[in-house]
């Protein structure tokens, strides 16, 4: 990816995982998304893909070349074979490649891979230093591990979703698959690298059990506190970052836009009250609503652009609700480079690829590289 001039950094002769070899198993997002990370950072990842179709994610609108731009940005600089695992053939030619791997990352239910004879137990023979990631919804054992499940089933469980409740109590349907990623792709990227050092003193690999529902209770730490140090389990609406503050609130402005205030830390309320010229509301904690209630009103006489310039050069830590489109196109991100790597269809036509949490010093210079059609890579493997 190509840098701001004024932010030079030394490019690597290898990126840090160059030479390392990596078998996706996975479909649609978690497993996906994680061994992008892996690819982004130098590592070779063969999609093995079923007959047909492939991953469920080609099929998905709208279309970027022959298959989904969903597809094409998570799966950006991979190769892709297909194999039969139903089939005694298909199996053995996965077997003969894990002898060559490093990493396998597979994302089916608990048990799927040891009935198609490739769980753990029987390659970690054959491969003593292979890292097995599974990622999974509940984990390989427990009594969910079994239940078929997705993101916002994952959130409901795991307490998060109960939080998102609006003033009619009806949980809301968050705008990210916040399980998929935070509960799955990131742990199992950083766990892998984990037992890639290990491997480096031991010798031996291991066996990854990523379930994206357990990870999800880290994100709400402060929850957890809450509730183990004194009994107060969170309801929403009912703490400090979920709208019992009015130092934490989306306001109204009279437009119809939103500014998102967070001025969290007495300096900064401070400051935030002057701007709004309402100095007497500084003590928040008598009644938090009517002051909510109070702010609100302020806010709503004035547009936003004109709450925007009499907060501008101030501490005050407050943020214009921007849309994806004015959000990507802001001169900040644009400054940063997020979006200058390209992602070809194979037919000259190109978007801005996935930005992804790699450190750009990681990764390589190619700026536009394209995604695997189904099977692409067959022939490179037939001996394998």
């Not at 969910?144 to 499940?149: G, M, N």
Request: net charge negative; aromatic share 8%; hydrophobic share 40%.
């Amino acid at each position: 990816m190509s840098r701001p001039e004024n932010r030079p950094l030394s490019q690597p002769l290898t990126r840090p995982l160059s030479g390392v070899r990596v078998l996706d198993f996975s479909t649609l997002l978690p497993g996906p998304m994680c061994t992008l990370l892996l690819a982004e950072a130098g590592a070779e990842v063969i999609k093995i893909e079923r007959p047909g179709q492939g991953d469920e994610m080609r099929t998905y609108a709208p279309s970027f070349g022959s298959d989904s731009v969903n597809f094409g940005l998570l799966n950006r600089a991979k190769k892709s074979i297909v194999l039969d695992l139903k089939q005694a053939s298909g199996r053995d030619q996965a077997i003969a490649l894990v002898r060559d791997a490093d990493i396998l990352v597979e994302q089916f239910r608990a048990g799927v891979m040891q009935r198609l004879g490739l769980g753990y137990e029987t390659l970690s023979v054959i491969h003593p230093g292979l890292i097995y990631c599974s990622i999974s919804g509940f984990g390989q054992d427990g009594p969910l591990a079994q239940v078929a499940a997705h993101d916002l089933n994952y959130l409901a469980e795991a307490g998060m979703l109960s939080l998102t409740a609006g003033h009619d109590g009806a949980p809301g349907l968050p705008p990210a698959l916040i399980a998929d990623l935070a509960g799955g792709a990131y742990p199992a990227m950083m766990n892998i690298l984990l037992a890639l050092r290990q491997r480096d003193s031991t010798g031996r690999g291991c066996h990854l059990d990523i379930a994206m529902a357990d990870h999800l209770f880290p994100l709400m730490y402060w929850g957890l506190g809450n509730g183990f140090s004194s009994g107060s389990w969170p309801t929403p609406g009912s703490d400090l970052v979920t709208g019992a503050s009015p130092r934490y609130q989306v306001y109204q402005t009279l437009d119809g836009q939103h500014l998102a205030c967070a001025p969290l830390e007495e300096k900064f309320w401070i400051q935030f009250l002057d701007c709004i010229g309402a100095p007497e509301l500084r003590d928040d904690t008598t009644d938090p609503a009517a002051t909510v209630k109070a702010i609100a009103a302020i806010i709503a006489t004035r547009a936003q652009d004109d709450w925007l310039a009499q907060f501008h050069g101030r501490d005050v830590c407050v943020a214009p609700v921007r849309s994806l489109e004015e959000a990507v196109k802001h001169p900040h991100f644009q400054h940063r480079g997020l979006f200058s790597a390209k992602l070809d269809d194979g037919s000259g036509r190109q978007i801005p690829a996935l930005p992804v949490p790699i450190d750009r010093q990681f990764r390589g210079d190619a700026l536009t590289q394209g995604y695997p059609s189904l099977g692409e890579d067959q022939k490179l493997f037939e001996s394998s």
